[in-house]
Each structure stands twice: as structure tokens, then as C-alpha cells.
């Protein structure tokens, strides 16, 4: 939707050695990213900078996580200008200084559906069984820098084309999602370099790209989720304006937000 302190304090300098081939990256991979601790309860912080269908704006992004739910809340200085969570196929999205959002149930007309969605929010964790099944049987071909693993999972929008870069450390490069027989709206996801966080190691940052729009995170820090408990957003004001997704402003939001135009197959 702060996974990321320096682990070298407890670590070292020392960087796992290179795999000699793709199954052995493979393994690196997803002995570190795909293991029961990548979906561990966390909180974390970061700067986002976004550019959505030539809008472009940047809010400091906190976060919590814990199983298959997430809570993000938006800062701009000390002003709060974004409530977002993400519970099960649960989302309630609020813009709050026009105290206006949209709230309902993601259903499989709604891009990747949840399952993608949760993949596209957390892309750091490959924990999911579809997406780890998906790198386990993708066929692997030689890039420059590793590897591009190729496959597919079926998830409750149907069959999603994966395609992962990896370097030969077993540390992820870019993501590609695509819904099979649909790659030209395919949603990108670029990674730099793994750093040391107090919860594991994470990526330094995360560009997120699909269609007109782009998304860049900067990590500064990630670290336990105090007691292991997500604590959810207060409810809105009666006052606000909350929309369902069915309505078509509420589906123009939701798509901007998180890449193509939800439900416009229903509209």
C-alpha cells in the first residue's frame, strides 16, 4: 500500500554468494522472499512520489501489515491527507481533506483482483501460495545482470502471467503482472538494491507502473509490528461522502489509484 533497517548492524558487510545457475537463484529467491517470515506483522515508513494520468504529487507513506490485510495513512508535512486499508477483499480508500472516499468489496472485474492487488501492494512478499507455485514451475531464461523467470498462477481474477528478474544472488529486479491474454496492461514493478532493515531485508525503493501511471517508493525504515497487532483507521466522519464501488466515481478513484480502470468492464 517501514520494512527496512539497516541489517548490517547485525550482519555484516558480508553479500550471499553468487548461484552458478538459474535453479540455484531460484532457491535464494525463494528461501528468502517467498518464506512463511516474508509475511511477518511489520510497520513502515517512506517517501512516496507519484505521477497519476500527468498529476504528480509526494506524501510521507506509513504502513502496517499482518497477514492478508494492510493499512497505509498518507502525511503531506503534518497534515493527513490519505486513509487506505486493505482487509481480506475488504478496501476502503479516503482522500481526507475533501473528506471523500470509496469503500466495498474487490471482486475479480476489479484489475488483478485481490490476490494481484495484495501481490502489486506488498511487492516484496512472494509468500502468496499462487505466487510461489508461479516461480517454482516458471521457466528460466539468462538476462543480462541473472535471471527472467516466466510462469503463471491462477488467482480469483483467473490465469495471471508472472515474470520475475532476478539477479543471480536471488534478489528481485523487476516484476511484471499481466492478466493471461491481456499483456498490454500489464503492471510493472522495479526494485532497487536489497538493504538491512530492522525487519529483514527489503528493498532501498519500489517504482510501480502501469498504463499513465507511476508510483516510486523510498524506503527509510521497516521494522517489527509492535505486539504483532495491526490496528485498524478510525471510522470516517458521518459527514464524509464514502462511495461504494459499483458507483462509477468511486470506481474512477480506486482505478487511478492503483493502475487501469476498476470494474470498467461493468460500466
Known amino acids: 500500500m517501514s520494512a527496512f533497517l539497516l541489517a548490517l548492524v547485525g550482519g555484516g ?4 554468494p553468487a548461484a552458478s545457475d538459474a535453479s540455484a537463484a531460484r532457491a535464494q529467491f525463494l528461501a528468502e522472499r517467498a ?11 517512506g517517501d512516496i512520489d507519484a505521477d497519476i494520468a500527468g498529476k504528480g504529487g509526494s ?39 475533501k473528506e471523500f472516499g470509496v469503500a466495498g468489496v474487490l471482486g475479480p472485474a476489479d484489475g488483478f483482483g485481490v490476490d494481484g492487488l495484495r501481490l502489486l501492494l506488498r511487492p516484496w512478499d512472494f509468500g502468496a501460495p499462487w505466487v ?33 528478474d532476478i539477479t543471480p544472488r536471488g534478489e528481485p529486479r523487476r516484476l511484471e503482472i499481466a492478466r493471461a491474454g491481456d499483456p498490454g496492461r500489464a503492471a510493472v514493478v522495479r526494485y ?10 527489503y528493498p532501498r525503493w519500489v517504482e510501480w507502473s502501469r498504463e499513465d ?30 462511495v461504494a464501488l459499483d458507483d462509477p466515481e468511486g470506481a474512477s478513484m480506486l482505478g487511478r489509484l492503483i493502475g487501469g480502470e476498476a470494474r470498467k468492464e461493468k460500466r
Open 192 to 201: 532497487g538494491a536489497l538493504r538491512g532493515f530492522a525487519a529483514g531485508r
Open 132 to 164: 510461489r507455485e508461479a516461480i517454482e514451475r516458471a521457466a528460466a531464461d539468462p538476462v543480462e545482470g541473472g535471471w527472467r523467470l516466466r510462469g503463471q498462477g491462477r488467482t480469483d481474477a483467473g490465469d495471471v502471467t508472472v515474470v520475475l
Open 35 to 45: 518464506a512463511p517470515a516474508a509475511g511477518a506483522a511489520v510497520r513502515g515508513v
Open 59 to 97: 506524501f510521507e507513506a506509513r504502513w502496517g501489515s499482518q497477514g492478508e490485510s494492510l493499512v497505509v495513512i498518507g502525511y503531506s508535512g503534518p497534515v493527513r491527507v490519505l486513509d487506505a486499508t486493505l482487509l481480506a477483499d475488504s478496501i476502503f480508500v479516503a482522500i481526507r481533506p
Open 213 to 242: 501511471a507511476r508510483v516510486r517508493l523510498d524506503v527509510r525504515e521497516v521494522a517489527p509490528l509492535p505486539d504483532a497487532r495491526l490496528r485498524l483507521l478510525p471510522a470516517a466522519s458521518r459527514d464524509w461522502r464514502i
Open 13 to 16: 558487510c558480508a553479500h550471499k
